[in-house]
């Protein structure tokens, strides 16, 4: 089976435009979620969706968005981007999302903001 | 924050077992207990969880107390390929979700 697969790797933006993560789960997985990794805060949750629906959400600003698709593809958009918001943005897959349901993780997507 | 405590680093040499240690004191009697690796900022490697009993897998084996206050992640025959930072995690009953701590920095040595 394939992994979890993250578009684009690399990204750079300049603050003040938007910009749309792509992560394709595991076949037959249904649940998404999301992670922030930068060097002074770790990996943080985002949210988490689960047959098209939003289940979770962390403690970010509403200028982080998502939504799943009908394939359990998912995206994540971020508008008005500022500096703080280069990091490593992290998704990762489960069959159903329940709590011994293994997170298999992308490569990432590293988004630099200038 | 996170329900885990680990040291920041630790030195193993190479084909020696690596014992790396979690404590969660304040785990209830539902969450799990998780282990991931993240090598280079990589996305981060699943190794194996358990929830009250001792779990191996091809990778590794996770040793958990009988009061679930601490576990031990044990790599059997550690190579240069296992440096990494290992993260230990309890995964949330209110929300299922991983809540990550700073992990311990692993460094095997030739």
């Known amino acids: 089976k394939a992994g979890v697969t993250q578009t684009p790797r690399y990204l750079i933006k300049t603050r003040g435009q938007q910009v749309t993560l792509s992560c394709s789960p595991i076949?037959?997985?249904?649940?998404v979620s999301w992670y922030q990794q930068t060097p002074g805060q770790g990996l943080q949750f985002l949210f988490e969706?689960?047959?098209?629906?939003?289940?979770n959400k962390g403690n970010f600003p509403g200028r982080f968005s998502g939504r799943q698709f009908s394939n359990s593809r998912s995206e994540m958009n971020v508008s008005t981007l500022e500096l703080g918001d280069s990091a490593l943005y992290l998704c990762?897959?489960?069959?159903?999302?329940?709590?011994?349901?293994?997170?298999?993780f992308g490569p990432g997507t590293r988004l630099t903001v200038l | 924050d996170a329900k885990t405590t680990q040291p920041p680093s630790m030195d193993c040499a190479e084909g020696r077992a690596a014992n790396l240690p979690c404590n969660h004191s304040?785990?209830?009697?539902?969450?799990?207990v998780y282990w991931y690796r993240q090598i280079h900022s990589q996305g981060p490697q699943y190794i194996i969880h358990?929830?009250?009993?001792?779990e191996t897998n091809e990778m590794a084996s996770l040793i958990i107390t009988e009061d679930r206050k601490s576990s031990t992640l044990i790599l059997p025959h550690a190579t240069l390929r296992d440096t990494a930072v290992y993260y230990c995690?309890?995964?949330?009953?209110?929300?299922?979700?991983?809540?990550w701590g700073a992990g311990t920095k692993l460094i095997i040595k030739p």
């Open positions: 990762a897959s489960s069959i159903t999302g329940g709590i011994a349901d293994t997170q298999y």
């Open positions: 076949s037959g997985h249904r649940s």
């Open positions: 969706y689960f047959s098209e629906t939003q289940r």
């Open positions: 304040t785990i209830s009697g539902n969450e799990y």
């Open positions: 358990g929830l009250k009993n001792n």
């Open positions: 995690i309890v995964r949330v009953s209110s929300n299922y979700q991983l809540i």
